[in-house]
């Protein structure tokens, strides 16, 4: 498994543009503004309260495909924030609540590897800066994107017993894949998994 791919093997195709793993499409800078939907929170709003109707991303996208962004700046309690989004937009997406036991661990998978990705950017990043979201009627891609140099890796040999450095190992086992992008003179990078849409 790769974690330096910019995209997942398959038949679907390049991802277009601003829905890339690189923040506003492969050609854009930092700082140019994000094309697709992004959701800022101020102060103490709640996702609930702060994400629109139309945060579902393009009406008639290719494929069914639903789109979410979450903007970290000046947020605290990040992890929970994320779960908290993440959550929302599986319920709007019909993955919650789960009518089967199936549907119940794939939206509890995605919710975990959240959790993991935006818990690694705050432990070996300088904080994420942004969560997305994209899903179609096979696969949910997630991306966090920061600020940080490092590269994610899950730790060799893995040892359960050992506390911390579990994360990426988590993401490894859950996803169908996983990788990071760097856009080429921009400072830090995106950090994607993929799962699979519960049938």
């Known amino acids: 498994m790769s974690t330096t791919r910019p995209c ?15 923040p506003g499409g492969g050609a854009s800078t930092a700082s140019a503004p994000r094309r697709d939907v ?15 109707p139309e945060a579902s ?4 996208a290719p494929g069914g495909r639903q789109v979410r962004r979450l903007t970290f700046e000046d947020q605290g309690a ?17 993955w919650l609540p789960a009518a089967t036991a199936d549907r119940r661990a794939a939206a509890e998978d995605v919710l975990l590897v959240v959790s993991e990705l935006v818990t690694n950017a705050c432990l070996h990043a300088e904080g994420p800066d942004q969560l997305g979201i994209v899903c179609d009627n096979k696969v949910i891609r997630l991306e966090v994107t920061d600020r940080g140099a ?6 060799t040999p893995h040892q ?19 990788g990071v992008v760097r856009a080429p003179g921009v400072p830090g990078k995106t950090v994607w ?4 849409a519960p049938a």
Do not use: K, N, Y
Request: one cysteine or more; a neutral charge; charged letters at 15%.
């Open 150 to 155: 490092g590269q994610p890796t899950p730790r």
């Open 57 to 60: 991303g393009p009406s008639g």
């Open 193 to 196: 998994a993929e799962l699979g």
């Open 38 to 52: 992004a959701v800022p929170l101020s102060g103490a709003q709640s996702p609930t309260a702060s994400t629109p």
């Open 78 to 94: 990040v992890v929970p924030l994320a779960r908290d989004f993440t959550r929302q937009a599986l319920q709007e997406w019909g």
């Open 8 to 22: 997942s093997p398959g038949d679907r195709g390049p991802e277009p543009s601003g829905v890339s793993g690189v």
């Open 160 to 178: 359960a017993g050992r506390p911390g450095g579990h994360g990426m190992f988590i993401v490894q086992r859950l996803c169908l894949d996983w």
